[in-house]
T-cell receptor, first 116, second 112 residues
Framework: GAGVSQSPSNKVTEKGKDVELRCDPI?????LYWYRQSLGQGLEFLIY????????KSGLPSDRFSAERTGGSVSTLTIQRTQQEDSAVYLC??????????????FGSGTRLTVV | SQKIEQNSEALNIQEGKTATLTCNYT??????LQWYRQDPGRGPVFLLL?????KEKRKERLKVTFDTTLKQSLFHITASQPADSATYLC???????????FGTGTLLAVQP
């Protein structure tokens, strides 16, 4: 597609439920990143994919968080047994794989997750 | 830990003036820095990248500098316009995985 697509755009869930967030990156972008942004906070790195493998999962805050990527394309971030502190905007970005002089990451508009 | 710091206070300037935003990094040496613009409810949009061996990079009304001695990058918008009002994020490369480490951003408000 023309941009990075994330769905849903908004998600309200009850504490303790599982949620799945989807990211559809730009076609041909081998690198995919998940970040989360809490109110007034910077972007917090969660996980990096190169193709279907995840060489850097260091940002996942707990074992309730997991992510996968299939076919080198769509990625799903799953949060199990959601807690109120999981409320944030979850942003996905894709890139060609290495920083080049003219390109950075392309971000989606994010999924706003609210845990009540 | 590796850290990118930006002035959390909002920057208010008059239309037509030059806006200057500051980004400092600590506890590492990023190979490059990137600047992004973020509008409310939207994801960040890439603006400029500058490598550690480059002193300055320009793009239209934007200019970025990279001072490895001061561990600092400055981001300038010349002839600022109300449409430039947004949050500007600085990000540094984080090593082999190419992940970016982001600052918290600086809100710029350009008054007409």
């Amino acid at each position: 597609g023309a941009g990075v697509s994330q769905s849903p755009s908004n998600k309200v869930t009850e504490k303790g439920k599982d949620v799945e967030l989807r990211c559809d990156p730009i076609s041909g972008h081998t690198a995919l990143y998940w970040y989360r942004q809490s109110l007034g906070q910077g972007l917090e790195f969660l996980i990096y994919f190169q193709g279907n493998s995840a060489p850097d999962k260091s940002g996942l805050p707990s074992d309730r968080f997991s992510a996968e990527r299939t076919g080198g394309s769509v990625s799903t971030l799953t949060i199990q047994r959601t807690q109120q502190e999981d409320s944030a905007v979850y942003l996905c970005a894709s890139s060609l794989g290495r920083a080049t002089p003219n390109y950075g990451y392309t971000f989606g508009s994010g999924t706003r997750l609210t845990v009540v | 830990s590796q850290k990118i710091e930006q002035n959390s206070e909002a920057l208010n300037i008059q239309e037509g003036k030059t806006a200057t935003l500051t980004c400092n990094y600590t506890n590492y040496s990023p190979a490059y820095l990137q600047w992004y613009r973020q509008d409310p409810g939207r994801g960040p949009v890439f603006l400029l990248l500058i490598r550690e061996n480059e002193k300055e990079k320009r793009k239209e009304r934007l200019k970025v500098t990279f001072d490895t001695t001061l561990k600092q990058s400055l981001f300038h918008i010349t002839a600022s316009q109300p449409a430039d009002s947004a949050t500007y994020l600085c990000a540094g490369s984080g090593g082999a995985t190419n992940k970016l480490i982001f600052g918290t951003g600086t809100l710029l408000a350009v008054q007409p």
